[in-house]
C-alpha cells in the first residue's frame, strides 16, 4: 500500500462532513462546498485506522492502525483541536485489551467496538462506563 492509502472513510453525525484515516495521517473534509477543513500529518498521529467526528465541534476519537501508528490500535484517543499546544490536544484515552475495531461518538455517548465486545460510556465530561455487551466476532 502506498503511503497515502485510504484506510477508513466515515461520515460525521450530520453528513456534512466525511474524515479520511491514511496511512500518512488523517484528513477532514466539507462535503458543500468540498474543501478541506483539517490536515493532521504523520508527524502528529502516525497512520491512523480510524477517525470519528463529533459532529462539527472539535473533538475527535482517533484509533492508531496501518503501517506507522503513532497511537495504540488497542486505545481510542480523543483529540482536542481546539487546544493551542499540542501537547494538550489528546485529552483522553481509554485503553482495552484487544484492538478497537470502531468508534461512534454522540453527544452523550461513546461507543466503542472491539472484536467480541461493544463498551458504551458517558461522554464528554467525566467519562465512565455505562454498559458491556458481547457480541459475535466483529473483524471490521
Wanted: net charge neutral; glycine share 6%.
Amino acid at each position: 500500500m502506498s503511503s497515502n492509502g485510504i484506510l477508513s472513510l466515515h461520515f460525521n453525525q450530520d453528513h456534512g462532513c466525511f474524515t479520511v484515516s491514511t496511512e500518512s495521517g488523517l484528513r477532514i473534509y466539507n462535503v458543500e462546498p468540498l474543501t478541506q477543513k483539517l490536515y493532521l500529518g504523520h508527524e502528529q498521529v502516525g497512520s491512523v485506522a480510524h477517525v470519528e467526528m463529533l459532529y462539527r465541534t472539535n473533538l475527535l476519537a482517533i484509533i492508531g492502525g496501518g503501517s506507522l501508528p503513532r497511537f495504540d490500535e488497542k486505545a481510542v484517543l480523543i483529540w482536542d483541536e481546539s487546544q493551542k499546544d499540542v501537547q494538550k490536544k489528546a485529552v483522553m484515552d481509554i485503553t482495552f485489551s484487544q484492538p478497537v475495531v470502531n468508534v461512534k461518538m454522540k453527544t452523550d455517548r461513546l461507543i466503542v467496538v472491539l472484536r467480541n465486545q461493544v463498551h458504551v460510556f458517558t461522554f464528554p465530561n467525566n467519562p465512565h462506563k455505562l454498559d458491556s455487551f458481547d457480541t459475535r466476532d466483529n473483524p471490521k
